[in-house]
């Protein structure tokens, strides 16, 4: 039974009102009675009757009554401990308990009480006084604990983004203030002698600012190196002033700030530590070590992540720049001219390829292909048959035995790793002559036939046929020579030209008619800009939908001294005619 057990209000009559039958109901059979009884009592100057004493003693609450001059008539036990100082008959203003008049929370004794002033009859009044220390305590524990699960839900939003080593730092560092600390400060696991730190400091009432640095391994405070050993110093009294001689904690002196260090998780080993530091010189309690803990192990999933994806990008860099296509290599009279667009342009790589080698006699092996696939399994197989060709032109370099020596190695290959893989292909090898031309001898293999452009504007398709590349032992290659006059322009594209859908209707095929009228009027053109024309057509004529792999591979025959004409012609300065004309006159 507590006091608002007994609570009402004042009917006016001079009587309390009694409490609910549902509460009555609850008590034993003889206590309404009795309380009834005693109520009247209590509102008098006469003082509680002897059973009252025994009702409200099991109150919570302690109950102080006070006549109509605010004179104690009545302490019960639960007031008696925890007001001492309340005695009957002393005026209620003058037994030094302020929070009695004001009501509310306060402090008294170290507890925390509440006190309730409630009216009765004839200006009488009760103060119901409660201890509340263990609700309070449980209160600010609970809201605590609620304010750290939100923070840590905030962080764990938040590092859930950055994929970038520098980004998930200045993000872990710029959320640790001000909740853990004035100044957070993350240090990087070393890499190469050097390690790498983020800094964030509370600048007034503003948000934080970060800045980094780098320093070498050998000068890392030994809190540090023992927090990137795994173990979390204990020595906590002089992290502060490694910290300031480090010069991490600006504006803060080793005499009113504390600090911690804690390791952040990572693969192998902690990916950092993360020093957090706060001036008042209060230290750190159990429940603030606890959240830093909790703080740097998000931290370190989010570093650890970072860290890795970048490993792996490195690694996808790499492998991608060695699977594009290179770019030829300079020769003699001939002007190389190059387009690629893959597939998928996120990849950068794709299943064409196209490229050239030098031969001793002063000419060159060219080739341009299309593997079966798309995408990273494509390009693998390009880099294996252009590694293959880097290998045999220089045992074989006519084209026809040169593409049948690679469709060996190529069957080789697929039955080893049970994997059926086919190409088509024209290899060509390419020789100067005295007139300025070029003399090209083609060898094909399922492949496209090449497109002449000549120095009439006129566009010629070499009559090239073949067996695919990879499919069946000792296969039927095709060959042909052509003669390129000073000017001239030999092209080879895969079926990514031809084959793009778009056009009005969104699924007509280029086609090989489109292509040439498109090449048509162009031998005023280096071979750069042939081949990037050929691709933008393509691409105009897809409208940006889905297509396959590009490859364009242009020569052109520069003539004898090795010059191209322009395609351009070139326009006279004004100003430089004026003159001209000023000095005949």
Request: hydrophobic share 40%; net charge negative; charged share 20%.
């Amino acid at each position: 039974m507590t006091a608002a057990d007994v609570r009402g209000q004042d009917p006016g009559d001079g009587r309390i009102s009694t409490p609910s039958a549902a509460r009555v109901s609850a008590w034993p059979a003889d206590v309404p009675a009795r309380l009834t009884r005693a109520l009247p009592a209590l509102a008098s100057d006469r003082g509680p009757a002897p059973e009252w004493s025994e009702v409200v003693e099991h109150f919570r609450e302690g109950l102080v009554v006070c006549d109509a001059d605010d004179v104690v008539r009545h302490v019960s036990p639960v007031a008696e401990r925890l007001l001492p100082e309340v005695t009957a008959g002393a005026p209620l203003a003058g037994v030094g308990v302020p929070g009695l008049l004001s009501g509310g929370d306060f402090t008294h004794h170290g507890r925390r009480l509440r006190c309730r002033r409630v009216a009765l009859s004839s200006g009488r009044s009760c103060r119901y006084v409660e201890d509340v220390t263990e609700i309070v305590s449980w209160s600010d524990a609970l809201l605590a604990e609620r304010a750290r699960s939100a923070f840590l839900a905030v962080v764990g939003e938040k590092l859930g983004n950055p994929l970038h080593p520098d980004r998930a730092a200045s993000a872990v560092v710029r959320l640790a203030v001000p909740t853990l600390g004035e100044v957070a400060v993350l240090v990087l696991a070393p890499r190469a002698g050097r390690a790498r730190w983020w800094r964030a400091s509370r600048v007034d009432d503003e948000g934080p600012m970060v800045d980094s640095g780098v320093l070498a391994a050998v000068d890392l405070p030994p809190a540090v190196v023992q927090g990137l050993d795994g173990v979390e110093p204990h020595a906590v009294d002089w992290l502060v002033e490694q910290a300031v001689e480090a010069g991490w904690l600006p504006g803060l002196t080793s005499a009113d700030t504390s600090a911690r260090v804690v390791p952040l998780p990572g693969r192998d080993g902690p990916a950092g530590v993360l020093l957090v530091a706060r001036r008042g010189g209060g230290w750190y309690e159990d429940a603030d070590v606890d959240l830093v803990r909790a703080f740097a192990a998000r931290a370190g999933a989010a570093l650890t992540t970072a860290l890795l994806y970048r490993d792996q990008a490195q690694v996808a860099d790499t492998l991608q720049a060695s699977l594009l296509p290179v770019e030829p290599a300079e020769a003699t009279g001939v002007q190389w001219g190059t387009a690629y667009r893959p597939a998928q342009a996120g990849l950068r790589i794709g299943g064409d390829f196209y490229g050239s080698h030098r031969l001793a006699d002063g000419g060159s092996v060219f080739f341009l292909g299309d593997v079966s696939g798309k995408g990273v399994e494509a390009a693998v197989f390009t880099n294996q048959l252009r590694q293959c060709l880097h290998a045999l032109h220089r045992v074989e370099s006519h084209p026809g035995r040169l593409l049948k020596l690679l469709n060996d190695a190529l069957l080789e290959t697929t039955q080893a790793h049970d994997r059926g893989r086919f190409a088509t292909m024209v290899v060509g090898v390419v020789r100067p002559c005295r007139d300025g031309g070029l003399t090209l001898t083609l060898a094909g293999g399922g492949h496209l036939p090449p497109l002449v452009l000549r120095n009439s504007g006129e566009v010629e398709q070499v009559p090239l046929r073949g067996m695919l590349v990879g499919v069946v032992p000792d296969p039927r290659i095709g060959e042909q020579t052509v003669h390129l006059d000073a000017g001239e322009t030999c092209l080879l594209y895969s079926d990514g030209v031809t084959g793009a859908r778009g056009g009005r209707r969104g699924h007509e095929q280029f086609g090989t008619d489109r292509l040439i009228a498109a090449l048509t009027g162009c031998q005023r053109m280096p071979a750069p800009a042939l081949a990037e024309r050929v691709e933008q057509v393509t691409c105009d004529w897809l409208a940006d939908g889905d297509h396959d792999d590009v490859a364009v591979l242009a020569l052109r025959a520069t003539g004898p001294a090795g010059r191209t004409p322009r395609h351009l012609h070139a326009v006279p300065d004004p100003a430089a005619t004026d003159e001209a004309r000023e000095t005949r006159a």
